[in-house]
């Protein structure tokens, strides 16, 4: 018998094995589907409330919950109320699919079966948040998910499994977060069961060996034409929609960069300083030198105005600039 086949009564087991699930976002949604096709019992799910604040382009796992009569809690913090609602629930298995706050240790206790974590990177490397935007900013060529089991320091703890995917030039963050949901979601359909088991495989998760990434500012998104061009590349496709854009200004005015290629990978001595449209083309790219190479800027926006072809929004300049102008006194 292959040690990832579960023994006989293992469908049993995943039928009374109750699962209390925190989740959120298209992650969460995806992994709530795989539980159900499982036939898991879903005790309740804790989720967020969304925010007026955010581009919200996945499906609500709220309303997946609610349609499978699952119910629902959005509480703003995890209170001792809160705590005492999950340990009445008496859930076997705890899950975490993308749930925005860490859960304590008197929570993942609740769960004799064992909590798990499904993180959006190869762990140890980009424990924290939002690893798909950081993998693209430091052009990683290689992402992938893990599911692990939880302690309560962020994504520390050991590891059941993982799958890889390659990233290669043409994503965003959004295509890379929607080729890693089916990789979560497989996993969850693999490993549940032997979950439920008390089987479930585990192996350190080095920290020693792997990085960790805090919560992306505004400021982040700041373009430095000083830096190569591929560098702004990685920056620009790693925060366009549905993330906020990456920025930079010119004549005082903020200017949000949402699509570019690179057009020169290294520059020749000849070329213009950084920051300074070298040219145009016909399909309405507009070439802006770098501090190595180039890049083909193809869309974009003054904030407040609407967005368009980079040959139309640059009509009226000839450079940018990391900062804003400095008013002159």
């Not at 096709?37 to 309740?44: F, H, Q, V």
């Not at 940018?320 to 002159?328: R, S, V």
Request: with cysteine; hydrophobic share 40%.
């Amino acid at each position: 018998m292959s040690g990832l086949e579960t023994r006989p009564g293992g469908a049993n087991r995943v039928a009374s094995a109750r699962c209390v699930l925190f989740a959120y976002h298209e992650m969460g949604y995806t992994c709530i589907e795989a539980l159900l096709d499982l036939g898991a019992p879903i005790a309740a799910l804790f989720t967020h409330a969304d925010q007026p604040t955010e581009e919200i382009w996945w499906r609500s796992c709220a309303e997946l919950a609610r349609s499978r009569s699952i119910p629902v809690y959005t509480p703003e913090t995890l209170d001792a109320a809160s705590i005492g609602r999950i340990a009445a629930l008496a859930p076997d298995v705890i899950y975490s699919f993308y749930y925005r706050s860490l859960l304590s240790t008197r929570v993942l206790k609740t769960a004799p079966l064992g909590a798990f974590n499904l993180h959006g990177s190869l762990l140890p490397a980009y424990r924290g948040r939002a690893p798909v935007n950081w993998v693209l900013v430091n052009g990683e060529r290689e992402t992938g998910v893990t599911l692990h089991h939880m302690v309560a320091r962020a994504d520390a703890g050991d590891i059941v499994a993982q799958r890889a995917i390659a990233i290669d030039d043409r994503d965003t963050a959004l295509t890379l977060y929607r080729k890693l949901t089916p990789l979560g979601a497989g996993l969850i359909r693999e490993f549940h069961p032997l979950i439920v088991e008390g089987r479930a495989p585990r192996r350190p998760n080095d920290l020693s060996k792997g990085s960790y990434f805090g919560r992306r500012r505004p400021d982040d998104g700041r373009i430095d034409w000083g830096w190569p061009a591929r560098r702004i590349f990685n920056l620009v496709r790693a925060v366009t929609h549905p993330y906020p854009g990456a920025f930079s200004f010119a004549g005082g005015r903020k200017l949000i960069i949402w699509e570019a290629r690179i057009g020169r990978e290294s520059g020749s001595e000849s070329m213009a300083a950084p920051g300074v449209v070298i040219g145009e083309a016909h399909d309405g790219e507009v070439e802006v030198a770098a501090g190595e190479g180039s890049v083909k800027v193809m869309r974009a926006q003054f904030e407040g105005d609407p967005e368009d072809s980079a040959r139309a929004v640059f009509a009226q300049i000839t450079a940018l600039t990391t900062a804003p102008d400095q008013e002159k006194t």
